[in-house]
């Protein structure tokens, strides 16, 4: 994390803050990417374009929303190989159907986690603690309401 994040006490940044409409657009772009696939990679170039100039809580997110673009682009090419796999494998047919639908299930969920813990902490004034994880941030998910 950069010095800038790490002297942040949590609630410290404002909706003035550079970039900060940027955020909360790709967000946005990346959820609208569940109906219409073209706005994530839209999304993840304004995330590119605007993290140099973004105030250093913000940046946290930007990098956050990178991460989450290009760890989905990873996983679609792992998941599209072991398909291949499946087939070349002279599997029955449901093998691969049921891998593909438990693997955009399990797709979507991380995303639109990782979409909903980003936009709280943002709507909250603050960064992402762990814009490098893989899962959600370094925030604690819970079903539970407090």
């Known amino acids: 994390m950069s010095a800038a994040l790490s002297s942040l006490a949590p609630g410290q940044g404002s909706k003035a803050d550079r970039g900060r409409g940027t955020a909360i657009v790709v967000y946005m772009l990346f959820l609208g990417s569940i109906l219409a696939v073209v706005t994530a990679p839209l999304g993840v170039l304004i995330a590119h374009l605007a993290r140099r100039h973004a105030e250093g809580w ?10 989450t673009f290009w760890l989905g682009v990873l996983g679609g090419g792992l998941f599209v190989a072991a398909w291949q796999l499946l087939g070349v494998l002279g599997l029955p047919a449901l093998a691969p159907w049921a891998l593909g639908y438990l693997y955009f299930t399990a797709c979507l969920i991380w995303m639109v986690g990782r979409c909903g813990v980003g ?15 893989l899962a959600f941030g370094g925030a604690r998910v819970t079903l539970a309401d407090g």
């Open 58 to 67: 913000v940046a946290s997110h930007l990098q956050f929303q990178i991460r």
């Open 119 to 133: 936009i709280a902490r943002l709507t909250a004034n603050r960064p992402v603690d762990n814009p490098r994880s």
